[in-house]
């Protein structure tokens, strides 16, 4: 079981940055896919990028180019790095476990963290 935790959110100007950081508090995460998938209160979890063990990985169309994930798996933790944000990206971020880069079955996400809220103003 691999518990993780995740950081850095917070309020932020639209065109503005954050770096959210996932970090595995038990367990490792080093061969699986790591996903970060985000949910509007009130509206369902959407998939926003994802990376596979070797380095692939997967973004929602809507943050392409301006989000960009990667993992160490050396600190067995993953950074979502978030420049341009916008109005839209404001939602609570969670990070959890997945099947592989690019498949968005949310169900299918497991080790789900606590969250961290990302407001865009």
């Known amino acids: 079981h691999v518990q993780l935790v995740e950081s850095g959110g917070g309020a932020v100007q639209a065109g503005g940055s954050l770096t959210l950081s996932c970090a595995a508090r038990?367990?490792?995460?080093?061969?699986?896919?790591m996903g970060w998938i985000r949910q509007v209160s009130g509206q369902e979890r959407e998939g926003v990028a994802s990376?596979?063990?070797?380095?692939?990985?997967s973004y929602a169309d809507s943050v392409k180019g301006r989000f960009t994930i990667s993992r160490d798996s050396a600190k067995n933790t993953s950074y979502l790095q978030m420049i341009n944000l916008k109005l839209d990206d404001t939602a609570m971020y969670y990070c959890?476990?997945?099947?592989?880069?690019?498949?968005?079955?949310?169900?299918?996400?497991?080790?789900w963290g606590q969250g961290t809220q990302v407001t865009v103003s």
């Open positions: 959890a476990t997945g099947p592989r880069a690019g498949d968005w079955t949310i169900p299918n996400y497991q080790n």
């Open positions: 038990t367990g490792t995460f080093r061969s699986a896919c």
């Open positions: 990376i596979d063990a070797d380095g692939e990985t």
